[in-house]
């Protein structure tokens, strides 16, 4: 009778033996789940501080490149009513160096590149997903492009008449004309800085909406930290 519960021992103890393994094979993956969660948590937490970082050094640059762009604007306003009653004096001159000029501006992206090449399903908020790929996708391209058309119209327009109308030219400081009634009176020369204002009203309000979404991302960051 004994030698006849031996096959049933065997297999008895054989599926225990599966069973284990299996147990252990589960225990395993699981372990290596939890492992392979915590390394993405981690990434996750790390590349939002980065971000978080790049979004704050954009907010410092869009708002001293918006403050440069209201700032001329105004003293476009104050230039042209000065020539409007013919009031030519020497702060004209300043005027202009902080007028014809343009902005500029480069994100500081390097973080959302990295998060790209990991793969931007990492953030596993997807309203905050759908603000990254925005910001930097769409709402950098657009003020990208404002301030570029500024810097083509300075280079296109402002340029030829630098060179024939112009004795000096400092940038940011300070441009003097040949002859100061002759330039202003010119009927021309007032078109242009209209255009150019007009130009520079949309970089300001490219440059505005940019600052909003920055801000707006790193508050979502920080709320999504903080839970």
């Known amino acids: 009778m004994a030698d006849d519960n031996r096959p049933l021992k065997y297999a008895r103890y054989a599926i225990g033996e599966i069973i284990l393994v299996v147990i252990g094979i ?23 501080y980065l971000i978080s970082e790049n979004l704050k050094n954009d907010s410092v640059i869009l708002s001293n490149q918006l403050y440069q762009a209201k ?19 020497d702060s004209l001159n300043f005027w202009m160096g902080k007028i014809i000029v343009f ?6 992206s390097s973080a959302f590149e990295v998060l790209k090449a990991k ?3 990492t953030i596993t908020n ?26 083509e119209s300075f280079s296109n327009d402002w340029m030829p008449i630098i060179k024939e ?10 441009h003097v004309p040949r002859n100061s009634i002759e330039f202003f009176e010119k009927s021309s020369s ?11 009203a949309g970089s300001v ?18 709320d999504y930290e903080g839970k």
């Open 26 to 48: 589960l225990i395993a993956l699981q372990i290596n789940t939890w492992n392979e969660e915590r390394k993405t948590k981690k990434f996750e937490d790390e590349i939002l």
């Open 71 to 89: 700032r001329a604007n105004i003293l476009t306003d104050r230039l042209m009513e000065s020539v409007a009653q013919k009031n030519y004096h």
């Open 103 to 108: 902005e500029r501006f480069k994100s500081q």
């Open 119 to 121: 793969g931007i399903e």
């Open 126 to 151: 997807k309203e905050l997903q759908l603000g990254l790929i925005s910001y930097y996708e769409q709402r950098l391209f657009n003020t990208y492009q404002s301030l570029t058309d500024v810097e």
């Open 165 to 174: 109308d112009f004795i000096e030219f400092n940038w940011m400081e300070y």
């Open 190 to 200: 007032v078109v242009m800085f209209k255009l150019f204002k007009n130009n520079r």
């Open 205 to 222: 309000s490219q440059l505005e909406k940019s600052i909003e979404k920055s801000s707006e991302l790193r508050r979502l960051i920080e």
